[in-house]
């Protein structure tokens, strides 16, 4: 079958060559989801969340899910479809995303996908490098140490065993140092053996669209934001989750800084300055990400026309 090459990372077969994924990215609280919204009832599609926080169905508030109203009026994928327990990355959510993305193109030529999680749309986009599984104790025990000494003797433990991981990698991440460290204690090869970045053929067209405002309005969207999260019973969801505190998924932006304040740590007014800080920071991060990528086109959520011209064309 012949192939028509569309961009340097995707090749669509003719058979597929009207089926396009529509990616709608940029940093928390630019508006990402009314826009979505809009595209998925403009093409009659559904929508794939690419967000790593949104899966849980214990996490509501915290991490501005859609609305009731928006998740009536258009499918939503990977939205509360785990729990808290359940151990979701993004290699999980390449495959699930596949299988979706492959029944939602059976009945349309369109399917929306939105998110910030930059690592998850990239595994939907490209794929991931495969990383062998590791040993259930040896991941248990590196955890059950990290819980006791901390981010410093994981940093210490990466840096001695896996020196060059330590140089290349992220080193502020926990949860990507101890995959690190298990997969070299658990195989004897560094993670960076197995990072090959090859990219994999999808058969559908990709288009990028990244939303961004100026920092002042973004900073403004965000303190509103929290502020809501705040008046929409925050504390209460939190206090609900508070014995689950040590999972991954309770490590999150506006559940840490809130535990703190239940434990007496730092008072509310702290918190929640903190977590305004703190996802200010986080959507730096994301933008950070987003910016390596040439494939997006950057529009401002307000610029609907734009939108609309661009994933008509």
């Not at 703190?260 to 933008?287: F, G, H, P, V, W």
Request: aromatic share 8%; glycine share 6%.
């Amino acid at each position: 079958m012949s192939k028509w090459p569309i961009s340097k990372f995707f090749t669509i077969s003719f058979a597929l060559k009207k089926k396009t994924a529509i990616i709608i990215l940029g940093p928390t609280a630019v508006g990402k989801t009314p826009v979505a919204v809009d595209l998925a009832i403009q093409f009659g599609t559904k929508i794939i969340s690419a967000d790593s926080r949104q899966c849980f169905k214990e996490l509501n508030i915290g991490v501005a899910k859609p609305s009731v109203e928006q998740l009536k009026a258009v499918h939503h994928f990977f939205i509360g479809s785990h729990s808290i327990f359940d151990e979701i990355n993004a290699s999980v959510f390449e495959k699930l995303a596949h299988s979706w993305a492959h029944d939602i193109f059976e009945m349309s030529d369109f399917l929306v996908m939105v998110g910030g999680t930059g690592l998850y749309i990239r595994a939907f986009c490209e794929g991931l490098d495969e990383i062998p599984m590791v040993e259930n104790g040896i991941r248990n025990e590196l955890r059950a140490q990290y819980e006791i000494a901390g981010l410093d003797w994981l940093r210490e433990q990466v840096k001695v065993t896996d020196p060059g991981y330590f140089l290349q990698g992220e080193n502020q991440n926990p949860q990507r140092m101890l995959r690190a460290l298990e997969v070299k204690l658990g195989t004897g090869r560094s993670i960076l053996s197995f990072q090959q970045n090859l990219v994999k053929e999808r058969e559908f067209r990709v288009l990028k669209i990244g939303l961004q405002m100026p920092k002042h309005e973004l900073c403004s969207a965000i303190n509103s934001r929290v502020d809501k999260m705040i008046s929409d019973g925050l504390l209460l969801e939190v206090e609900r989750l508070g014995k689950f505190r040590n999972l991954n998924a309770l490590r999150t932006v506006g559940y840490a800084e809130i535990l703190s304040y239940l434990e007496n740590q730092i008072s509310l007014d702290e918190a929640i300055s903190l977590i305004k800080r703190n996802t200010r920071r986080y959507a730096r991060r994301q933008m950070t990400w987003f910016r390596k990528d040439p494939e997006i086109t950057w529009i401002h959520p307000d610029d609907k026309h734009k939108i609309k011209n661009i994933t008509e064309s």
